[in-house]
């Protein structure tokens, strides 16, 4: 372990006296200009996060009005093709493309081929 007595086996003089006397500061007092910086680089930085932050709730209220007024335009449309309910209209034209399809798969494969096959031969003969 080190001692703070110097190599002359005196004890160093009090950094304060040093520094009133004009002469040039210890260590200990570089340290407090270290912390200085470092707390002026902390209050730096903390402005900065704030700055960020505010630019991030600016951003997200702007997606959300947006997205917001995209999906007015995209109700306003669906108002304008289908009338006054379009999402029934939509769920029920759904529906029965379903049905349709459960319908036309259950239909044995070869009556449809051999109604396709004389649709064809008619459409031949022209």
Not at 54 to 60: C, E, M, P, V, Y
């Given at each position: 372990m080190q001692s703070s007595i110097n190599r002359d086996g005196?004890?160093?003089p009090d950094p304060d006296e040093l520094v009133a006397e004009g002469e040039p500061p210890f260590a200990d007092a570089a340290t407090?200009?270290?912390?200085?910086?470092a707390d002026h680089d902390l209050d730096t930085l903390q402005h900065e996060v704030r700055l960020l932050?505010?630019?991030?709730?600016?951003?997200?209220?702007?997606a959300e009005s947006?997205?917001?007024a995209q999906a007015n335009l995209i109700?306003?449309?669906a108002h304008?093709?289908?009338?006054?309910?379009p999402w029934a209209k939509l769920a029920l034209a759904t529906g029965a493309a379903f049905i349709a399809a459960r319908i036309i798969r259950s239909l044995p494969f070869g009556?449809?081929?051999a109604g396709f096959?004389?649709?064809l031969s008619e459409t031949r003969r022209w």
């Open positions: 005196f004890l160093p407090a200009t270290a912390r200085e910086k932050r505010a630019r991030i709730g600016i951003l997200r209220e702007d947006a997205l917001k109700d306003a449309n304008v093709q289908l009338g006054n309910y009556i449809l081929l096959t004389g649709h």
